[in-house]
T-cell receptor, first 117, second 117 residues
Framework: DTEVTQTPKHLVMGMTNKKSLKCEQH?????MYWYKQKAKKPPELMFV???????INESVPSRFSPECPNSSLLNLHLHALQPEDSALYLC????????????????FGPGTRLTVT | AQSVSQHNHHVILSEAASLELGCNYS??????LFWYVQYPGQHLQLLLK??????LVKGIKGFEAEFIKSKFSFNLRKPSVQWSDTAEYFC???????????????FGTGTQLKVEL
């Protein structure tokens, strides 16, 4: 099973709302990732969790707050977003190499399409 | 930091034509290389990967890619495309950093392939 699931599939939120995106994998992977993909653009890395610890934050604004409650789950908490944050948010996972050496391929979920009004 | 360039942004082919999509990366050290495909309405899927060994790698659905280290290239090929190959294709790279911080997947800008009947 190489499936990464994400909920919800679509989300519309106002600029003052608080919402969360959820990602789950049951492949025993120990590295999980959040990406942002704007229309007609490639995915851009936001955060990397390795063994449930945040290892990479690509200078993402604090209105995005990641959380990794356990090795199978990854959340992205959203607060006070701007319309330009509207995008497809992708979650991915890979086998964990403890030092984050970049040794393994990543498997992607279907994404959550977020619209900020 | 690494970067990836894909020179063909839009490619239109007739069924049974041969395909070659170019990918070049910029990074001075060791890398892992990937091609991902995004079919319309579907999530990113791994097409093939190169980690080490034989520079000619075969992936799913008849695709192959050749790593040429001296040219920093990882071009994707298929001898005979089908209508179902219509999709967006992304080349991607992760640097291998033995001390950590290496699992940062960087994507090229993508190539939109349209196969006509």
């Amino acid at each position: 099973d190489t499936e990464v699931t994400q909920t919800p599939k679509h989300l519309v939120m106002g600029m003052t709302n608080k919402k969360s995106l959820k990602c789950e994998q049951h492949m025993g992977h120990r590295a999980m990732y959040w990406y942002k993909q704007k229309a007609k653009k490639p995915p851009e890395l936001m955060f990397v969790y390795s063994y449930e610890k945040l290892s990479i934050n690509e200078s993402v604004p604090s209105r995005f707050s990641p959380e990794c409650p356990n090795s199978s789950l990854l959340n992205l908490h959203l607060h006070a977003l701007q319309p330009e944050d509207s995008a497809l948010y992708l979650c991915a996972s890979s086998q964990g190499d403890f030092l984050g050496q970049g040794l393994y391929e990543q498997y992607f979920g279907p994404g959550t399409r977020l619209t900020v009004t | 930091a690494q970067s990836v360039s894909q020179h063909n942004h839009h490619v239109i082919l007739s069924e049974a034509a041969s395909l070659e999509l170019g990918c070049n990366y910029s990074y001075g050290g060791t890398v892992n290389l990937f091609w991902y495909v995004q079919y319309p309405g579907q999530h990113l899927q791994l097409l093939l990967k190169y980690f080490s060994g034989d520079p000619l790698v075969k992936g799913i659905k008849g695709f192959e890619a050749e790593f040429i280290k001296s040219k920093f290239s990882f071009n994707l090929r298929k001898p005979s495309v089908q209508w179902s190959d219509t999709a967006e294709y992304f080349c991607a790279v992760t640097p291998i950093i033995l001390t950590g911080g290496g699992n940062k997947l960087t994507f090229g800008t993508g190539t939109q392939l349209k196969v006509e009947l």
